[in-house]
């Protein structure tokens, strides 16, 4: 059973960072997974929001381009989302998963709070 959980998340200024993780377990082969980080805020659905292939592409959103970086490390089975000059719209709960049509179990996510 694979297992997901995210953290780094927490409470930041605008214009501020973060760097969230994700580490998957009971999987062998997550290089073989084309990963993303997913978001949710209040009263809304949850939303990809960028992903990366096995071997490092990636694509993003048009509103986080340019402000949030994804990576990976295949040998530590750990995603990560660098995410920089942050704004008050980026408050949500973010979740990591594969985006294949048949996700995995679903984290717990980590709250991102975009506030003065």
């Known amino acids: 059973q694979v297992q997901l959980v995210e953290s780094g998340g927490g409470l930041v200024q605008p214009g501020g960072s973060l760097r969230l993780s994700c580490a998957a377990s009971?999987?062998?082969?997550?290089?073989?997974?084309?990963m993303g980080w997913f978001r949710q805020a209040p009263g809304k659905q949850r939303d990809l929001v960028t992903s990366?292939?096995?071997?490092?592409?990636?694509n993003y959103v048009d509103s986080v381009k340019g402000r949030f970086t994804i990576s990976r490390d295949n040998a530590a089975n750990t995603l990560y989302l660098q995410m920089n000059s942050l704004k008050p719209e980026d408050t949500a709960v973010y979740y990591c998963?594969?985006?294949?049509?048949?996700?995995?179990?679903w984290g717990q996510g980590t709250q991102v709070t975009v506030s003065s």
């Open positions: 009971g999987t062998p082969i997550f290089r073989a997974h084309d």
């Open positions: 990366i292939s096995g071997g490092g592409s990636t």
């Open positions: 998963n594969s985006v294949s049509t048949q996700p995995f179990p």
